[in-house]
């Protein structure tokens, strides 16, 4: 057993970070949430370039993977820095596509996995009802389940799963502003028919526990990051005639905070081994990793949020961008209360 | 990046399963924390040693079998699967042992381990004092220099089951310099005494539940040879702290415990509980998912020492979680249990034997014993975070 990433994973990691931190993310997610998706787009291809969504993506559809552990891996760095768009939907996205190819459908996969995989095309999947079952957080509501797909409005394909049927929707209705601005939420309408019949519930089953774990991990990057965020604020804001990071009642919120992404990581790296492996726990596994490093992400946040005092309730502040998506995300792909049914189910 | 066992650790789990099968005793031993269950935990202790179950990662020269890290996780996750007796012997085996293996030398280690390891010899700690307590560095207790060793005179505290206990190991103060120069670590030595030597006193403390498990110490011109000294005197500090993060990090509370009591816990709630209650449901999941990543958390950290990594404050992260863990996953069980939860671990009719019942009693301590959840948390933000000292 060797359970730590392997100097290659920390070295893929490391280089999205350093790319991130160059692209000034938080102007991207402003300008996204404005409705200028362009330096987004921009973001998007140069992370397409690092190999990112191409691990989604199985090589015979020009990808690299699947591989789910670099994904979290690379999902936790997007996290870091609040990267705006469908990053979770567009894998989930290949994962379905992946699934319907392995189980009969492989024109559909062809004809949209290599642009995925490319960085081409940004899409957007959404779970209208039903067929989740086995999913990363269960079935029904709760399960990954949404009326809305994320930024349906610029993606460039958005399938919609509705029953045993897979639809590419073009039109969508107005867009729903979420708490997180950066998440402009829209009602997929109509479509034409992709695929019917028992293979698409297979496949949005996978896709849904993909996306779950995608979220876990990008709600932990999420986390890593309000923390890292708060304790330089802490370590320089003087109240009293000493840096607040010197009092027990600050310190230990933020040791609490560390201790949850702590122990919330290695439930995502062994989730991840487990959709690898392609075991029947990885549903639980996955479950367990998306409440735990959800629930962390929003701890860390209200953490966060409450130690920057009023700064912290502020709109113009940056750290605003991290404490809103971690709200988001705890929601999305899985609820806590399914994803806890799920760990318990037989 | 993998979770797997080789064929050889398979080989050793399916060993000491088979191993336990045979010899857990059907029903659960008295209390540890009574004289009568101290007895019956003693002589389980000599039925690991016979079959060198007792101290796996020791040395075989010691009666261990010099399993690794990962080999002792599978050794303990069966252990507590099979519902196999607390360990009388622990304070000895995960405290004094890894000082000894660190700073003993090679006569003490000969003279002191094999009888720890087999029962013959339990030892308890000695630590707290009335006035030091979290501040343990600020101890008074005393060693004075004597023809051929030391003369001990104060009194320790809260040293759990030294009632039952046959020797024990400490900190005194051999040299005052330390405390008017303000550095109150410095001057302190590790000592080994019987408690019942010459001029111990041993008074008993029921804990919450009346039980005799702690003692307090009197003790008054105890004569400790030279060759019960750990390390150099003086150096008692560093020598203590040396092997502390062992208590709280990896040793002191295996993961198997947990990840045992939680399928314990799940299997009580497929029993017993209302399917509507998702409120008890969600406890029970929390319960599930936090051994699950204790257990992965722990593997994470042995394959880090494997990889030639050591654990220093990280410990800390270890023992705030197992501790919290502990009691939530008791409360949860006494909540589930409904009338039969308040029932006492004696009662004839409690449940499982009164296990939950001194499990909860128990999980009471453990954000206090090994350096409480405030320290750690210091630590925590202080070492790990980076954050400046201030006052506690």
């Not at chain 1, 370039?49 to 690299?64: K, M, Q, T």
């Not at chain 2, 003369?151 to 809260?158: D, E, H, M, Y």
Request: proline share 5%; hydrophobic share 45%; with cysteine.
């Amino acid at each position: 057993m060797r359970f730590l990433l392997d100097d290659e994973q920390r070295d893929f990691a490391r280089s999205l970070d350093a790319m991130l931190t160059a692209a000034d993310t938080p102007a991207v997610v402003r300008a996204w949430a404005a409705g200028d998706t362009a330096p987004g787009r921009a973001v998007w291809a140069r992370l397409a370039e690092a190999g990112v969504f191409a691990l989604a993506v199985p090589e015979r559809h020009d990808g690299l993977g699947p591989l789910p552990l670099e994904l979290a891996v690379a999902l936790r760095e997007l996290g870091r820095h609040v990267v705006p768009g469908p990053v979770v939907e567009t894998v989930a996205a290949a994962a379905l596509l992946d699934r319907l190819g392995t189980l009969g459908d492989e024109a559909t996969a062809a004809n949209w996995l290599p642009g995925i995989a490319s960085g081409k095309t940004v899409a957007s999947l959404c779970l209208i009802s039903g067929n989740a079952s086995g999913s990363g957080c269960g079935s029904g509501s709760g399960s990954g389940e949404s009326p809305y797909a994320l930024d349906a409005d610029s993606a460039d394909a958005v399938f919609v799963v509705d029953g045993d049927t897979v639809r590419l929707t073009e039109v969508t209705g107005p867009v729903q502003p979420s708490a997180d601005p950066a998440r402009r939420l829209s009602r997929p309408l109509g479509g034409t028919v992709l695929a019917r019949g028992p293979r698409v519930s297979a496949a949005a089953a996978h896709a849904a526990e993909v996306a779950a774990l995608a979220t876990a991990a990008q709600a932990l990057g999420l986390g890593r990051a309000l923390l890292a965020r708060t304790v330089e604020y802490a370590r320089q804001r003087t109240q009293f005639g000493a840096a607040i990071g010197s009092f027990q009642a600050v310190k230990h919120r933020l040791a609490d905070a560390l201790i949850a992404l702590e122990f919330a990581e290695p439930l995502v790296h062994a989730a991840a081994l487990a959709l690898a492996a392609n075991v029947e726990s990885s549903g639980a596994e996955i479950a367990a990793a998306k409440v735990s490093a959800c629930e962390a992400a929003c701890s860390a946040a209200r953490t966060a949020l409450h130690l920057h005092g009023a700064l912290g309730y502020t709109e113009e502040l940056d750290l605003s961008l991290w404490i809103r998506k971690a709200r988001a995300l705890r929601g999305a792909w899985g609820t806590p209360a399914a994803c806890r049914a799920r760990v318990l189910a037989p | 990046m993998d979770l797997d066992f080789t064929a050889a650790e398979d080989a050793f789990r399916t060993e000491a399963r088979a191993w336990l099968a045979g010899h857990v005793p059907s029903v659960p031993l008295p209390s540890l924390e009574t004289a009568e269950g101290f007895a019956a935990h003693r002589e389980w202790e000599r039925t690991l040693f016979a079959d060198r179950w007792s101290v796996v990662s020791w040395p075989e020269a010691y009666g261990g079998r010099a399993a690794s890290i990962l080999e002792w996780l599978v050794f303990e996750e069966e252990y507590y699967a099979a519902g196999a007796p607390g360990r009388v012997s622990q304070n000895g085996i995960n405290l004094l042992a890894p000082t000894l293996f660190e700073h003993g030398t090679e006569e003490q280690r000969a003279r002191i381990l094999p009888p720890m390891a087999s029962g013959e010899v339990i030892w308890a700690q000695a630590w707290s004092e009335p006035e030091s307590g979290s501040d343990l560095a600020s101890l008074r207790s005393t060693a004075v220099r004597t023809d051929g060793g030391w003369l001990l005179n104060g009194q320790k505290t809260w040293s759990s089951r030294a009632a039952f206990a046959d020797r024990a190991f400490g900190l005194f103060r051999s040299d005052q310099d330390g405390i008017s120069a303000g550095k109150p670590y410095r001057g302190l030595t590790y000592l080994m005494f019987p408690l019942d030597a010459d001029g111990v006193t041993v008074r008993p403390i029921g804990r919450l539940d009346g039980k005799p498990a702690f003692a307090e110490l009197f003790l008054s011109d105890v004569f400790v040879p030279d060759a019960d000294v750990i390390g150099e005197p003086g150096q008692g500090w560093r020598v203590a702290m040396s092997t502390a993060g062992n208590e709280r990090g990896l040793t002191l509370r295996s993961p198997g415990r947990f990840t045992a009591a939680a399928e314990r816990l799940t299997a009580l709630w497929r029993e017993q509980a209302d399917p509507g209650d998702t409120a008890l449901r969600d406890r029970v999941a929390d319960a599930v998912i936090g051994a699950r990543a204790y257990q992965l958390f722990t593997y994470a950290n042995a394959s880090r020492i494997a990889a030639g990594g050591t654990l220093g404050a990280e410990s800390s992260l270890n023992k705030v979680f197992w501790s919290e863990l502990d009691i939530a996953l008791h409360e949860t069980a006494l909540d589930l249990l409904g009338p039969y939860g308040e029932l006492s671990d004696d009662a004839e009719e409690a449940p499982a034997h009164g296990s939950w019942s001194d499990g909860y009693t128990f999980s009471l301590a453990g954000p206090i014993y090994a350096g409480t959840n405030e320290i750690q948390r210091d630590i925590i933000a202080e070492r790990l975070l980076g954050l400046p000292k201030g006052r506690r």
